[in-house]
Each structure stands twice: as structure tokens, then as C-alpha cells.
């Protein structure tokens, strides 16, 4: 009895990535593109949505938990991002300040070359009493939701990002809207790139997390 081999080849054109530990929080476009190399970021200084932590920003520029993203799926190559982990807080990425948990999912495509387009959203809630960005203490418990969405196109000559955050603070007997957005554009010399940016940050008003509601 003869018997035939059939050897079944399946290949996978997409790869699925998994990280644990301190992440960059993928919201938005540059926070990933460019993480800490200055020298690789195409502007002098991180505008004002992305600013890290330490600097005064608003968004959860890291964090520690566990990251799961797959790339270049079909012919737009889409993409996605999900994360679980430590949420917003002073001690964030460090430490969580509560036993919840933030997610967040992004998702992105590339219909042509050099471009991409995506949306990303973050969630988190805080507790009564914890210790806001404004400094002081939280006198209600406060879910917080983020809505972004970015526009990249990098070729080799001229490039352009924008992105625009939506954040919602929620309370039960209010909900305050922080709106912000940065644009960028420049053509690439190699050694020299000259650009414009425009960047722009409105807190809610009465916003309870952020600012000091002047």
C-alpha cells in the first residue's frame, strides 16, 4: 500500500507582537513613531498633546501591562493595537493607583504609500480621594475616556502628522470635554528639515482631573 505524503504549507503575512512590562501607550501616531530619540523626531520639541508625564502631559504617555498588536493584515495592511494595564494617576507607570485597570485599543491602515490613517481610545476610572494631575483630591469617583485620531504622511521629501484627542472626565454630576490637537508639516533636506507646527490645548471648564479650573 502506497502511502503519499501531503505536506500542507500555510504562510502568514502578518505577524502578531506581544509585550509585557512598561509600554509606550499607543494612542495617537508620534508617541509610537517616535519614542525617546529626539535626534529621530522630525521636531525640536514633542507638542503639547504628546508631552511625557514629566513634562506636564495630560495623556498616559506609558505604562506597565500587557500589549498585544498585529501589522500589515490585507491589502490596506491594517493594523491594530489592545492594551491592558496600570491606568492614569501620579504614579503611573510605576504603580497603580487603584485596582482598576486601564484598555485601550487602537487601529490603523495604510492605503498608500507613506500614508496612514487610524483611531485610537483609552479608558480608565478613578476612585474617590485619589490624587488628580491639578493636585488635589478627587471628591468624586471619575471615569476617563479618550478618543484620538491621526492623519501620517512620512515620504522621504515632505511629511505631515496631525493628531486631535477628545477627553472625557466623567463624574455622576458632571462631564467636562479637554479638547486638543497638534499639526505638523515639513520637507526633509536630509540635513537640514525646516517645518511648521501648530499646537493647541483647551481644558473643559470646571475640569476636575487636569487643570486648576481658573
Do not use: C
Amino acid at each position: 500500500m502506497d502511502v503519499e505524503r501531503v505536506i500542507i504549507k500555510y504562510e502568514v503575512d502578518y505577524f502578531l507582537n506581544l509585550k509585557l512590562g512598561k509600554i509606550h501607550t499607543p494612542l495617537g501616531y508620534l508617541n509610537n513613531a517616535y519614542h525617546h530619540g529626539a535626534l529621530l523626531q522630525p521636531i525640536i520639541s514633542r507638542p503639547l498633546l504628546v508631552k511625557f508625564e514629566d513634562e506636564g502631559g495630560i495623556l498616559p504617555i506609558h505604562s506597565t501591562g500587557l500589549w498585544v498588536s498585529e501589522r500589515d493584515i490585507g491589502p490596506l495592511s491594517f493594523g491594530y493595537d489592545f492594551t491592558v494595564g496600570n491606568g492614569i494617576g501620579p504614579n503611573n507607570p510605576v504603580a497603580d493607583d487603584n485596582d482598576n485597570k486601564s484598555f485601550s485599543f487602537g487601529a490603523h491602515i495604510k492605503p498608500m504609500e507613506y500614508l496612514e490613517v487610524g483611531v485610537s481610545t483609552y479608558y480608565d476610572k478613578l476612585e474617590i480621594g485619589e490624587l488628580s494631575l491639578n493636585g488635589s483630591l478627587l471628591s468624586e469617583a471619575l471615569d476617563n475616556s479618550m478618543l484620538v485620531g491621526h492623519l501620517a504622511y512620512t515620504s522621504l521629501g515632505f511629511e505631515s502628522i496631525g493628531e486631535y484627542d477628545l477627553i472625557t472626565n466623567e463624574t455622576n454630576s458632571d462631564k467636562v470635554k479637554t479638547k486638543a490637537y497638534f499639526i505638523y508639516a515639513g520637507y526633509n533636506f536630509e540635513k537640514i528639515t525646516p517645518y511648521l507646527r501648530y499646537d493647541n490645548l483647551k481644558f473643559g471648564k470646571s475640569e476636575p482631573y487636569y487643570s486648576m479650573n481658573e
